[in-house]
T-cell receptor, first 113, second 116 residues
Framework: DAGITQSPRYKITETGRQVTLMCHQT?????MFWYRQDLGHGLRLIYY???????DKGEVPDGYVVSRSKTENFPLTLESATRSQTSVYFC????????????FGPGTRLTVT | AQSVTQPDIHITVSEGASLELRCNYS??????LFWYVQSPGQGLQLLLK??????LVQGIKGFEAEFKRSQSSFNLRKPSVHWSDAAEYFC??????????????FGKGTKLSVKP
């Protein structure tokens, strides 16, 4: 009954380092999403995926890479972290059938120093 | 372009008082609308959703929202606020066309504080 989990919950990294945030869901949902949440900006979509091996850019994709080799996992990689990527990152998922309501993970707080 | 506006950044109400949080959307087609709540340090939890039909929808935790097409609004209400309702509330609209089907556009949120 885990639902959707994210790891790590907290991460501090240095500028220029590569870091990967993990997202795992147990519902076999087709769609998965990555958002970042920043004060004054609300939630902004980074990338989304409609199914395994199908990904697409959202509103703020620059500096991020995603993959989806398995339905249940949707990792987000910052290839060379910058201070502007300090944020709280949320993963979400939703099934097919027009439901559209998304279910969110607990978030990862990332600090880039 | 599609957008969601939450005009109030921060609202403070007394415990037991009624609450209304405003949400206005800009979307050409029939909107799918949502309200989410986020407690400090937590993810977002779905409170309620509107897809079609009855314009007054009931959600969890005693919340309701009314869809008004003529005003492009989807305001969230609660008759009597509890201290545990202090949180941030997000309104969202779903894109229901083409390759972006299912993507949500969020408002910037309204932070609710509750006075004892």
């Amino acid at each position: 009954d885990a639902g959707i989990t994210q790891s790590p919950r907290y991460k501090i990294t240095e500028t220029g380092r590569q870091v990967t945030l993990m997202c795992h869901q147990t519902w076999s949902h087709s769609y998965m999403f990555w958002y970042r949440q920043d004060l004054g900006h609300g939630l902004r979509l980074i990338y989304y995926s409609a199914a395994a091996d199908i990904t697409d850019k959202g509103e703020v994709p620059d500096g991020y890479v995603v993959s989806r080799s398995k339905t249940e996992n949707f990792p987000l990689t910052l290839e060379s972290a910058t201070r502007s990527q300090t944020s709280v990152y949320f993963c979400a998922s939703t099934g097919t059938g027009g439901g559209y309501e998304q279910y969110f993970g607990p978030g990862t707080r990332l600090t880039v120093t | 372009a599609q957008s969601v506006t939450q005009p109030d950044i921060h609202i403070t109400v007394s415990e037991g008082a009624s609450l209304e949080l405003r949400c206005n959307y800009s979307y050409g087609a029939t909107p799918y609308l949502f309200w989410y709540v986020q407690s400090p340090g937590q993810g977002l939890q779905l409170l309620l959703k509107y897809f079609s039909g009855d314009t007054l929808v009931q959600g969890i935790k005693g919340f309701e929202a009314e869809f008004k097409r003529s005003q492009s609004s989807f305001n969230l209400r609660k008759p009597s606020v509890h201290w545990s309702d202090a949180a941030e509330y997000f309104c969202a609209v779903a894109l229901n066309y083409g390759g972006s089907q299912g993507n949500l556009i969020f408002g910037k949120g309204t932070k609710l504080s509750v006075k004892p």
